[in-house]
């Protein structure tokens, strides 16, 4: 089929193989959020066949691991939303180190630990960041640096007390 979105919102899906998508490389757009996904087991390869893929919605899955190498391929994924994960700024990283297009970034709503300037070094391109109410406390130094792009910030719901020097250098 020519299916270009698909939107699984609001189900119990809790595992998702290397072949759930064999067939769709057409997908453009991808919402599994609200579904039971950290339950499961979320493989590496899982989203290997949908090369054309422009969004992923991941949001509200109670995922506490994303594997490796999990956006390996998508070089055309330009917006990602991982609302309510659990993620820490290495994992984080590593997640996104394979995503060259990537514009819009929502990680809202979780408890990301250990943000830093190396955590979004890999994504120099992106253009809107969502850090909504993401339990950061405080917004480290120079952590925008790499992002010579970012043109929309979204701290809300963070509970800063203040902005130190260099935070949004």
Same mark, same amino acid.
């Given at each position: 089929?020519?299916? @270009?979105?698909?939107?699984v919102r609001g189900n119990r899906i809790s595992y998702l193989s290397p072949e759930t998508?064999? *067939?769709?490389?057409?997908?453009?757009? +991808?919402?599994?959020? #609200? $579904?039971?996904?950290?339950?499961? !087991? !979320? /493989?590496t390869g899982a989203f290997a066949h949908l090369r054309n893929l422009r969004s992923l919605?991941?949001?509200?899955? $109670?995922?506490?691991?994303?594997?490796? $190498?999990?956006?390996? *391929?998508?070089?055309? +994924?330009?917006?990602?939303?991982?609302?309510?994960?659990?993620?820490?700024?290495?994992?984080?990283?590593?997640?996104? %180190?394979?995503?060259?297009?990537?514009?819009?970034?929502?990680?809202?709503?979780?408890?990301? @630990? *250990?943000?830093?300037? #190396?955590?979004?070094?890999?994504? /120099?391109?992106? #253009? #809107?960041?969502?850090?909504?109410?993401?339990?950061?406390?405080?917004?480290?130094? @120079?952590?925008?640096?790499p992002l010579r792009k970012l043109r929309s910030l979204d701290l809300s719901g963070n *509970?800063? %007390?203040?902005?130190?020097?260099?935070?949004?250098?």
């Amino acid at each position: 089929p020519l299916l @270009r979105v698909l939107n699984v919102r609001g189900n119990r899906i809790s595992y998702l193989s290397p072949e759930t998508f064999e *067939g769709t490389d057409q997908l453009w757009h +991808l919402s599994l959020a #609200e $579904n039971i996904l950290g339950e499961g !087991l !979320l /493989p590496t390869g899982a989203f290997a066949h949908l090369r054309n893929l422009r969004s992923l919605d991941l949001s509200h899955n $109670n995922i506490q691991h994303f594997p490796a $190498n999990l956006l390996l *391929g998508l070089k055309k +994924l330009g917006s990602i939303a991982l609302d309510g994960s659990r993620l820490s700024g290495p994992e984080l990283t590593g997640l996104l %180190s394979d995503t060259p297009a990537l514009k819009r970034l929502s990680v809202a709503n979780t408890t990301l @630990r *250990g943000l830093s300037r #190396e955590t979004l070094a890999g994504v /120099p391109q992106l #253009e #809107e960041l969502a850090l909504v109410s993401a339990g950061l406390g405080e917004f480290p130094a @120079r952590a925008l640096e790499p992002l010579r792009k970012l043109r929309s910030l979204d701290l809300s719901g963070n *509970g800063l %007390s203040a902005l130190h020097p260099y935070a949004l250098a």
